[in-house]
């Protein structure tokens, strides 16, 4: 691993950790050249992704993109960051389980509005307005009608034995 501060490669790691969920390595280092301290953060991968764009243009997939995103869409709301890292994590593993290695830009966002939506409402608006190109007020009208129809409809009630 290069050091940030020297971009040396000879590197130690000193400490690793599984974070709380298990689903990434975290790993302290210590630069030998220069004796400068980092965290690096480990992942599984399950398959390279490309992202197809609606001009046509393919890039490789990238998660940090994607929780940036939800991130702008989450400013200012009290969401725990650990149920945020939860989501990006449940978002890319269902991506990489699609069993295609290309996956358009329109996918994701319907993927990760889904998510949002069980998350929190206002998040969702948010997001719905950048992803879908709202331009006028019935937009945001059309979406929240989503949404609170959604809260409106019927739960089925529980079976008594």
Partial sequence: ?????????DTQVKDSRPTEDSSVIRRRRVCVTCNFRF????????????VIKRNGRRVPFDRDKLMRSVQISLRKRSVDPERVEKMVSAIVRELESGGESEVSSEAIGEIVMEHLRDLDDVAYVRFASVYRNFREAKDFEAVLGELSSEDEAPRLAPVRK
């Fill in 1 to 9: 691993m290069r050091c940030p501060s020297c971009n040396s490669l």
């Fill in 39 to 50: 965290t690096t953060f480990e992942r599984v991968q399950l398959r390279e992704l490309t």
